[in-house]
């Protein structure tokens, strides 16, 4: 029931693989969605939370680098303005990109949820995050093509541990695969026992029980 209800809320298929975290703060799930991403790797097809709305430290990176670069509005205009000469385009080509220039090279924007939701972009970051006033939770989807990528997620989402968690049909599909051998033989024994209980109890000798039994 409540894979169904993560599937609908997120709009997902109901034969994914989630990894839900779940907490307080927002913040400490994006890291952790990041550090399970990047144990993973690219050789995991995935969709993560942090594809759209990196950490706090990620986004701080980024617009340090960008400070660093030493690029302005001016110099990339100018050099936008040579590649569209060069290459034979009108002079005004680039101009929807330039007009997002000065918001693209502000260090002091950061993406948000709020910001997503302000855009009309909910739909979108709608479908890993949500946030309240005391709970936030965040959906990674992942599609591992063999069972050796599922063991890999198992165990990199082990290592990462809270506040993450594996979940899905395939993962519970596994799990009782896992546990059927054992249980079956268990309710076998259990049974087999108590059918010779109840014809000893009938018979209330042994010989013709065990005979009643063997047949």
Known sequence: AVEREIATRFNLPE???F???EGSQLEPLLVANQRLKDALGPGIAASWPVDFLPPSSLQAQTAAAIQGSGLTRSGVVTALDRAATRTGFRPDVFAPFVGRL???LDTGERLTVDGYRSHGLESIVGRYVAQGPDMARTVAYISPRSAADLSRVEQAVAQVGAPLRLTGVPIINVEL????KSEFFTGASIGTVGVFFLLLVGYRRLAP???AAAT
């Open 102 to 104: 000065d918001r693209l």
């Open 209 to 211: 029980t065990l005979q």
């Open 177 to 180: 695969k896992d546990r059927f």
């Open 19 to 21: 990894v839900v975290g």
């Open 15 to 17: 034969d994914a693989i």
